[in-house]
């Protein structure tokens, strides 16, 4: 069984033929960010893969994104008859479960959606994914994550803000609670680094003003946040287990209200 940065490893080198055409969004492209910025910090550990898709992605004479991940050692099962959507999956050397999902624009979370041009491939839309898509940069992946990507590779991955934006927007659309915290720990990460969290709030500002109508739902949930005790609780657990901050849970909890405070400040349009 593989390691999760082995499956990561050959998920890129396997989507390699739609590179131009699919973003990277989960918590790896958070990873990546950071190592990207400080080779020195310590990545947070994730497994699951996220990439976002146009609603049309002809394969003309390419194998199709659901046998590339049959190639790169996925199971594929269909959820439901009534959905069509897959499941995406394989297990990982510590026997957790490594989950594979594709997403695509709907402006209600979990609606079915099939991508034109992939034959039988229907997968769960979310809002948001359109700006991912973009608002989409280039980063190099290469033997630092694992041997496999040696020569280095380029993927997509959103733009810094772009990334910010989703992962507010994604938390506000979650239904388990560790999901939701998750989304907020890494937007946390994100916003609290010197360096990338100062070119994120410069650019949230403009990509606000292109995007208002999900800016203002961005906010909305943050400003939710700051009084949701549930969920402050399991994003300062969260960061704790991760051994991300150090010091009591009370004085992370004022940490992460003064962040997503003064994010909020400074964003405001």
């Avoid at 999760?4 to 918590?27: K, M």
């Avoid at 146009?54 to 046998?67: G, K, M, Y």
């Avoid at 990982?92 to 992939?118: C, F, K, M, N, R």
């Avoid at 803000?161 to 239904?175: N, V």
């Amino acid at each position: 069984m593989a390691s999760a940065a082995e499956v990561f490893a050959r998920t890129v080198l396997a989507f390699q033929p739609y590179a131009d055409e699919i973003v990277f969004i989960g918590g790896w492209v958070h990873a990546l960010y950071l190592a990207e910025a400080n080779a020195s910090d310590r990545p947070v550990r994730t497994e699951d893969i996220d990439v976002t898709l146009p609603s049309t992605l002809l394969a003309a004479d390419r194998p199709t994104l659901l046998e590339l991940a049959s190639a790169a050692r996925y199971e594929v099962q269909e959820i439901g008859t009534e959905s069509g959507v897959f499941e995406i999956f394989q297990q990982g050397a510590d026997g957790a479960v490594i989950e594979l999902d594709l997403l695509t624009e709907s402006p209600d979370p979990l609606t079915p959606v099939e991508i034109e041009g992939q034959q039988g491939l229907t997968v769960h839309g979310y809002p948001g994914q359109q700006i991912l898509l973009e608002n989409a940069r280039w980063i190099s992946v290469g033997p630092e994550i694992h041997p496999l990507l040696a020569p280095a590779c380029r993927i997509r991955v959103p733009s810094i803000a772009a990334y910010m934006l989703g992962k507010g927007l994604s938390s506000s659309t979650r239904t388990r609670i560790s999901k939701k915290a998750k989304d907020l720990v890494y937007l946390f990460e994100i916003a609290r680094h010197p360096a990338l969290g100062a070119n994120a709030t410069r650019e949230l500002r403009a990509l606000g003003a292109r995007y208002p109508s999900a800016f203002a739902a961005w906010r909305r949930h943050l400003e939710t946040t700051l009084t949701d005790v549930r969920l402050l609780d399991e994003v300062v657990e969260q960061l704790l287990l991760g051994f991300r901050v150090i010091g009591s849970g009370e004085q992370v909890r004022a940490t992460v209200v003064a962040r997503i405070r003064r994010l909020l400040g400074e964003t405001a349009i």
